[in-house]
């Protein structure tokens, strides 16, 4: 009996080692990106210059590389891919990006023949490892002679990025759910971090090849104010041909303060108002008549 009971621990504890050892590869598979700032690991991301559009419809754009605070030079990264998927007017379109270097800054040139919405993918090498980098934003332009569309430029194959799947001008608001697609091409599930403009680690999601993501509105204003822009960036560890790829990509989302006024403080303020100045005139009424 004791030496059953012997076989029937050991059998047990093998099944629970073996149990953790499963579940600790699991979660180490899943677990999401520890936030760069604190492991000192490159955090990529464009900073784009003024677009300068011209009279024939055309549009001039310079996405400049930063990590973190600092400004990333052409002489220490190899690009091995950079490319502009454009949406405009439900027609998709690939342009070619020419990297060039400007105040010790690489900088990613966009030529648009017209205005529209821009998902800039820069594939590189930087410090031995591999990158990619995006922007998902819309250019302007406000010519009145657009000229055609050149010959699409090839996608670089097997390259993962982000596309927004229901937003077609990436005019992405808060309060609004935004759906995005991971193109993998592995379909298999990936942690993606999101982080804040100052790069703090907002929430971590397991995504298959699409998932949702809503940024919380701002608080109400008391009086009617401007909206303002706030970046949001996804990170993801992925995996090409067994080496480890990074994947960073930035939206711009638009909080319109407007829309969140508190209507019960406004019915307040403008009911007092009235009051003040009703008040007012019949003390001024008041006082001519007795002049009178």
Not at 35 to 47: T, V
Not at 73 to 99: F, S
Not at 158 to 184: C, H
């Amino acid at each position: 009996m004791a030496g059953f009971f012997s076989v029937y621990k050991a059998t047990g504890l093998l099944f629970g080692v073996l149990l953790w050892l499963t579940a600790g590869r699991a979660a180490a598979e899943a677990l999401p990106l520890s936030p760069p700032e604190a492991a000192g690991a490159p955090f990529l991301h464009f900073s784009l210059s003024d677009p300068v559009d011209q009279w024939d419809g055309s549009a001039t754009a310079d996405f400049f590389l930063w990590d973190g605070d600092r400004p990333v030079p052409k002489e220490e990264i190899d690009v091995l891919a950079a490319v502009c998927r454009c949406r405009a007017e439900e027609e998709t379109h690939v342009l070619p990006l020419t990297v060039r270097e400007e105040e010790e800054n690489a900088a990613f040139r966009l030529v648009l023949p017209r205005r529209a919405s821009c998902n800039i993918i820069a594939k590189l090498r930087y410090r031995g490892q591999l990158y990619v980098v995006q922007a998902l934003r819309p250019v302007y332009a406000r010519g009145r002679d657009p000229a055609d569309w050149p010959e699409d430029a090839a996608m670089p194959a097997d390259t993962p990025y982000l596309e927004a799947e229901t937003e077609e001008g990436y005019n992405f608001r808060t309060g609004s759910p935004m759906s995005f697609i991971l193109q993998q091409g592995e379909g298999r599930s990936a942690a993606v971090a999101v982080y804040d403009k100052d790069r703090c680690l907002l929430e971590t999601l397991t995504v298959q090849d699409r998932f949702t993501y809503e940024v919380t509105p701002l608080p109400r204003l008391k009086v009617p104010g401007r909206g303002s822009r706030d970046e949001v960036f996804f990170a993801a560890l992925l995996e090409e041909g067994g080496e480890p790829l990074h994947l960073f990509t930035q939206i711009s989302v638009f909080h319109d303060r407007r829309f969140y006024l508190d209507v019960l403080h406004g019915v307040a303020v403008l009911l007092a108002a009235g009051g003040v100045t009703g008040a007012f005139i019949l003390i001024r009424r008041r006082k001519r008549r007795r002049g009178a």
